[in-house]
């Protein structure tokens, strides 16, 4: 069974920075496409930026709205996921979520975590 | 960027009910589009992919359809269950892109 658990998630003043984790288990992360996603309160759901897998290079892709202030990371000795929040602004308050690819044709998200919650307020 | 447009926004209905969801893509997405059912305080969960294709152990009272900028999630018998928000999303190019959600409700 495919298990994605996030950690991390708190409250950050603006301007400050933030490390989100997720931890794999029962899904080799390496294999696959990961993506972060993202879900304000009382809103709906926003792609914030996607990792490929190593066969791809570890390549990433950004939402315009987290370009140049979210980094994607990984380390498969530890089969997690990372995204490094700076210059936080109060929009970014939300649920992120950890999320898993599979491939039929071309990569989709599959899979979801539970969710944390950042909250971006002085 | 490529824009989502799912109708209604609302749907209120019974038990039994069979009901549809309706995505439109601005431009040609090909068959590259999903639906997922949320719950409230929980996170999404994928029912459909590449438009017509039944994620594993979903119940087969959903069904999807359509191609190019058009789609459609239909639940054939509405189950008690099933009272939640739905979203549509695209993977067909960056940046991905998911529709503003219709909520299921009890009518």
């Known amino acids: 069974e495919v298990q994605l658990v996030e950690s991390g998630g708190g409250l950050v003043q603006p301007g400050g920075s933030l490390r989100l984790s997720c931890a794999a288990s029962?899904?080799?992360?390496?294999?696959?496409?990961m993506d972060w996603v993202r879900q304000a309160p009382g809103k709906g759901l926003e792609w914030v930026g996607r990792?490929?897998?190593?066969?791809?290079?570890?390549?990433?892709e950004y939402a315009a709205s987290v370009k140049g202030r979210f980094t994607i990371s990984r380390d498969d000795s530890r089969n997690s996921l990372y995204l490094q929040m700076n210059s936080l602004k109060t929009e970014d308050t939300a649920v992120y979520y950890c999320?898993?690819?599979?491939?039929?044709?071309?990569?989709?998200?599959?899979?979801w975590g539970q969710g944390t919650l950042v909250t971006v307020s002085s | 960027d490529i824009q989502m447009t799912q109708s209604p926004s609302t749907l209120s209905a019974s038990v039994g009910d069979g009901v549809t969801i309706t995505c439109r893509a601005s431009?040609?997405?090909?068959?590259?589009l999903a639906w997922f059912q949320q719950k409230p305080g929980k996170a999404p969960n994928l029912l459909i992919y590449?438009?017509?294709s039944l994620e594993s152990g979903v119940p087969s009272r959903f069904s999807g359809s359509g191609s190019g900028t058009e789609f459609t999630l239909t639940i054939s018998s509405l189950q008690p269950d099933d009272f939640a928000t739905y979203y549509c999303?695209?993977?067909?190019?960056?940046?991905?892109?998911f529709g503003g959600g219709t909520k299921v409700e009890i009518k």
């Open positions: 029962g899904f080799t992360c390496s294999d696959h496409y």
């Open positions: 999320t898993g690819g599979s491939h039929s044709n071309r990569w989709y998200i599959d899979y």
């Open positions: 590449e438009a017509s």
């Open positions: 990792t490929r897998n190593k066969a791809n290079s570890y390549t990433t």
């Open positions: 431009q040609s997405i090909s068959s590259w």
């Open positions: 999303q695209q993977y067909y190019d960056y940046p991905l892109t």
